[in-house]
């Protein structure tokens, strides 16, 4: 198998029988479908994945001579080793603002976990720890919406604010607002992320109740222009129902307006079931969907290897069209 075949069938399985004494210090995320779940990072090569600790894993990882070895069966998969993580991801402090959230995707455990809203304090404090171990390359920020998307803006700009002083590049990841651009711009934000979520609007009906599709597209294609092209991302679930078809369209709509799409595998949370179908994406269909995403972003001139903030630089849970394949 390629690398590329390796990481895209990590990602479909999404999680590994490992013993959590080899794991060291990892953070359990606060955002998004994998909040509340004990995962690390796995590297080889030049690629990286971030698998959840489950113990009914199709997937099992031991220790041998230094290295880590995953098995599916009795097969070995890949050898690697741990990769250490800064706060929530190696080389970068990404950090959750509010672990709220009055939207109610029904993907997403945030709305039932009441979580807590970080201090401004409280941030200041974890950037500074994660810089002071000498690898930090960017911040990234993050959150749920506690009150309303304006409240969050502002925390997000308050922050940014705050952690200029480290003199790295920040990104930041919120749910827009009619000034949320030119407000982040000003604070000092280099790179931008609002999420589609689906493309396919009749789903994303459906599944996120309470937001607006058409103002995330509008305030995206707003965005380029400030903060110019291969600078805009947004993620775009596979496995909610969606057709290939719907999603090579999807692509094609976002890339048109230079915005570049995150292909994120879709994860079936337990508080969650019953609410949702969830079908996660085979590792053929990611590298399948992989592939038509790298040759439209080629046909726009857009790349995924340039981003210095957030997910594509990471690559832990996405194939990134221009780094894995």
């Known amino acids: 198998m390629s690398d590329a075949e390796i990481k895209a069938e990590l990602i479909a399985v999404g999680t590994v029988n490992i013993d959590r004494s080899l794991l060291g210090d990892v953070t359990i995320p606060t955002a998004g479908p994998g909040a509340g779940k004990t995962a ?42 741990i990769e250490e993580e800064l706060i929530h991801c190696p080389q970068q402090a990404y950090i959750t603002i509010s672990e709220q959230c009055i939207f109610d995707c029904k993907y997403c455990p945030v709305p039932k976990l009441s979580g807590k809203i970080k201090s401004l304090d409280e941030i200041v404090r974890m950037v500074e720890e994660a810089f002071s171990k000498g690898n930090l390359k960017a911040i990234s920020i993050t959150s749920g919406v506690a009150g309303s998307a304006e409240e969050e803006v502002e925390r997000a700009v308050e922050a940014v604010k705050a952690l200029r002083k480290y003199n790295l590049p920040i990104g930041v990841s919120v749910y827009p607002t009619a000034d949320s651009n030119l407000k982040l711009k000003e604070a000092g934000v280099v790179e931008i992320k609002y999420n589609v979520e689906t493309m396919d609007r009749e789903i994303f009906k459906r599944v996120c109740p309470g937001m607006d599709h058409d103002f995330i597209i509008v305030k995206l294609k707003e965005a380029v222009g400030l903060f110019g092209r291969n600078f805009v991302f947004s993620n775009f679930i596979i496995g909610l129902g969606e057709s290939d078809e719907t999603v090579e369209a999807g692509l094609e709509e976002l890339a048109s307006i230079d915005v570049i799409p995150i292909l994120r595998a879709a994860s079936m949370h337990p508080l969650r079931v019953g609410e949702i179908e969830i079908e996660r994406p085979t590792g053929e269909r990611l590298l399948k969907l992989t592939r038509i995403l790298r040759r439209i972003l080629d046909e726009h001139g857009l790349r995924a290897d340039v981003s210095q903030t957030m997910c594509l630089p990471c690559t832990g849970c996405d194939l990134n069209p221009h780094l894995d394949l």
Request: charge should be positive.
């Open 40 to 81: 690390f990072f796995f590297r080889w090569n030049a690629h990286r994945v971030r698998l959840a600790v489950d113990e009914g894993s199709k997937l099992k990882a031991v220790a041998d001579n230094g290295d880590v070895v995953i098995f599916r069966g009795p097969k070995v998969l890949v050898r690697g080793h």
